[in-house]
């Protein structure tokens, strides 16, 4: 079991354009990362995570995320989710998480109006999670951010809920902010901690190569949940 | 039945695209401030029940046209 390969999909939408290094990213450390089709009602049988990545889904119109929500495919994440299925979403992938309604607070354009492509320092402040398990508390990450709506926003009342919870996982560095982000927010999770969100992208960052490999950590992490997900259900 | 939905940012709200409108316009010499900038939607709704518009488009603008977290919105219908 220990050898297992996860399946972990990746969703695919019309405009979608990081779902490749998702994929390679997912099967370089130990997953199997079949594309899925936005028009899909069905994620395959053996599904023991998902992966929402990035790009410009739909083209992004009205509102990033706002019209990939409505995908048949978004259905059977739902579902998914719902019965406690771990669920990621990348950039677009979390801007379409929390139109959904999957994820709180909602994404919007970057104070800048400007589109940040550059690495960005990030402080990891829970490692208790399915999708940070391979970090240390206070963990430093290095990964790269590339967006134009990067500007995650929650009421006062909604952020401190969700600091009193942990589930403000990742911030930006102090000083790193590239967007506005209220309380410098990089990646959420929901309540229950299946379903988790993050504007940076970990699919680029996954070997030295790359300029780092702290992306690995995140993704690492996820791919080891999905293989004790798999072990519980044999 | 021709409906306009007007979509603007909460009050409270930050918005840097009205603020950056709202420069521009200083810098072309006028007196301005509290520039904010929303979105409008014109769209056929077939119906020609003005009660059964309304209420539909109030459900557009839940489901889709807006984001209640940060956007409110105001309907006008077209007089027939």
Redesign the interface.
Known sequence: MRDARPVIPVIVWPGSNDDRDAQLALERLGAEAPRVWHTDEALPRETAAVVLPGGFSYGDY??CG??AR?SPVLRAVEAFAAEGGLVLGICNGFQILT?AGLLP??L??????SFVCRDVQLNVGQTNTAFTSRCVDGQELTVPVKHGDGCW???DELLAELDANGQLVLRYAAGANPN?AIADVAGVINAAGNVFGLMPHPEHAVDPLLGSADGALILGSLVDAARLSLAAAV | MRATVLVRPKPG??D??GQ?VESSLRHLGFEVSDARVGRLVDVDVATDDKTEALAQLERMCEQ??T?P??ESYEIELEHA
Request: charged share 15%; net charge neutral.
């Open positions: 009205l509102r706002a019209i409505f139109e607070g909602v919007r354009p970057n104070a800048s109006l926003f929650a009421d506005g | 709200i930050l840097p695209q950056a889709l046209l984001n977290l940060i």
